[in-house]
């Protein structure tokens, strides 16, 4: 604060010293002659014995300029020197100012990206908690789903759960397709299996969608989506689990069974992996089970 207030006296005494010196050389260049001429006349009367001519007087006063002009030029080369000074030290202020700013923006951008860090991990740490809440919320969903499912599919009154027959024949779908292509298969039971993977189908379907959002969620990262993923695994018991694997292939959910494959959610069933194209469309086309393109067709990186 003092050295912005001895500035402008600082500034205010330099510039009356430069008025103070222009005036002394216009006073001093107007008054030459006279001097000049004074000086001849003090001679005169010290020195008798000389007697300057008129014509001579003004040959000495001009003379005299000489001596004057090479005053002001070593004045003024004086002046310039000061002036290569003061530019020089104002340059070096210059340097100063300008790396105390550099030094100030650094701050600044420095204090801008702890502030945007911050505000990102803030804003990840609450997607995080949205999208557990949501996470828990569509368990239950599901769950539901799953035991209304699984409650169409019991026999009234009797512990009989089909789900077990549409897995058995499943488990040996080669042979089952074969056998109704001859007409060695009873057509009514064939129909009823296309009917029970009908039945249950919502809760297959549900739980893909769940799994592709979860695989497909930019902000998570590799163990949080792992993790999620091995909790809807522990949900279902594991022949279930081996169910929606059988299913995903009969659906050609591919990419996404393909994804669980490789993560070791999924136990590979060669068996079922060798299933032909040609009797995986034979059973969507009898039995009426059409693919869901959202899940058929989506994009999945391993």
Known sequence: MADQESS???????RNCMYGLLIIVSVLFIAWPFITWGSLGIADWLFEGINFP???RFGISGDMYGGLNALFS???????????????????????????????????????ERQANEFELQNKLMKNQQFESFFYQQIVFIKSIYTEN???????NKNIDFINDVISFINDIEKNIMEFKIGNYGVSYFYWIGDCILTIRPWIDSTYNFILMIIT????????????LYIIKNMFPQKDWDLIYFLGVIFKYDKIKNYLLYKGLF??????????????QFLQNEMKLKSNLSLESCEIEL
């Open 8 to 14: 402008p006296k600082k500034k205010r005494s330099k």
């Open 54 to 56: 008129e014509t001579s």
């Open 74 to 112: 070593g004045s003024a080369f004086i002046c310039f020197i000061y002036a290569l000074r003061q530019q020089r030290l104002e340059l070096q202020l210059q340097r100063r100012e300008l790396s105390l700013q550099r030094r100030e923006l650094k701050a600044q951008c420095r204090e801008q």
């Open 150 to 156: 699984r409650a169409l599919l019991k026999e009234p």
């Open 217 to 228: 969620e930019d902000f998570l990262n590799k163990k949080q989506k792992e993790k999620y």
């Open 267 to 280: 136990e590979r069933n060669d068996f079922i992996e060798r299933l032909s194209e040609d009797n995986i």
